[in-house]
């Protein structure tokens, strides 16, 4: 990186750290998109903020749409530039905010992986150990815990990795969840939910713990992985895939398969976007709109309803 970017770029990542405190994965992020974006304009010749013309930033987006960047992709690169131009224009370390008016090319929409109902109650019907199970398997009683955790909850993966003991309570079946840019939001969990998590932590999570080598075993996170340590959403991603093979789902499964089916759930029941946009955590309602979309079948079942001359 050359010395007219060096500064600059140390200047707004400790800003967007320490003054605004963004999430440390957040932060990593901006990092490694603007690293991207100086070393293309240093392939072109531009070494000072305040050379780089609008056209410049025009053809990076052109670069990145050409390296088969998805939409989303190019979106969040090109956020990352504007906020980078907005705090140089801010520090006076250029006069002009030449970013302000390039715009990301619209990809196509698309809609997010969902189950339908029954498909989720198969997911979590093949991971429920039967309740007269002796000996349980604290994996098992782990797997069930979490699947049921974040259905109920429609929490991020990195929300069921990092979730402690102190952040949930059974009794009043709420639990406190931390999300983007260190965000704390309060949602309601479940019965089902609630039961597989009492089950856990009074039978399996003890001897999970157990199997911790160090001298300091794990005492906060809710969900250990078979060493005793927090588990990690790799791992994560591995229980959903296992568990959609067993109840033979064949459809993309993620972690985010499951918060995805929890928002459109909620909507499909009722709920309106607004309550669900805080049940989420999402900053702005235009993200949870995207739930909103409706179904081919529910489509054609209201049209058959609905419309007087349909039969």
Not at 143 to 164: I, K, P, W
Not at 277 to 292: C, K, N, P, R
Request: with cysteine; net charge positive.
């Amino acid at each position: 990186m050359s010395d007219g970017f060096a500064r600059p770029m140390s200047q707004f990542l400790a800003h967007i750290d320490v003054e605004r405190g963004l999430a440390k994965a957040t932060v990593r992020a901006y990092e490694s998109d603007l690293n991207r974006y100086v070393t293309w304009l240093a392939e072109r010749g531009i070494t000072q903020p305040d050379d780089i013309a609008k056209q410049d930033i025009e053809d990076y987006v052109a670069f990145l749409d050409a390296a088969g960047e998805s939409a989303r992709s190019k979106a969040r690169r090109l956020a990352s530039v504007h906020e980078f131009h907005r705090f140089a224009l801010g520090q006076h370390l250029v006069r002009d905010d030449v970013s302000a008016s390039v715009k990301a090319p619209k990809g196509a929409s698309r809609l997010p992986d969902v189950l339908s109902v029954d498909e989720v109650t198969r997911l979590l019907e093949a991971v429920a150990v039967p309740e007269k199970a002796q000996a349980a398997d604290p994996v098992a009683l782990r797997d069930q815990a979490l699947l049921e955790f974040m259905y109920a909850t429609g929490c991020r993966v990195s929300e069921a990795v990092g979730a402690n003991l102190d952040d949930i309570d059974l009794d009043e079946k709420i639990a406190r969840l931390l999300g983007k840019g260190s965000k704390q939001r309060l949602v309601p969990v479940g019965s089902y939910a609630c039961s597989a998590m009492r089950r856990y932590l009074a039978q399996a999570r003890a001897q999970l713990e157990s199997l911790a080598k160090t001298k300091t075993p794990e005492r906060r996170a809710i969900f250990l992985n078979k060493r005793g340590h927090r588990l990690s959403r790799q791992s994560v991603w591995e229980i959903v895939k296992q568990a959609g093979q067993r109840a033979h789902i064949d459809k993309p499964l993620h972690p985010h398969t499951l918060r995805h089916s929890f928002a459109t759930h909620l909507i499909q029941g009722g709920a309106d976007v607004r309550t669900v946009q805080e049940l989420l955590g999402h900053a702005s309602v235009t993200t949870t709109q995207i739930y909103t979309h409706v179904s081919p079948e529910n489509l054609i079942e209201t049209y058959l309803t609905a419309h007087p001359r349909a039969r």
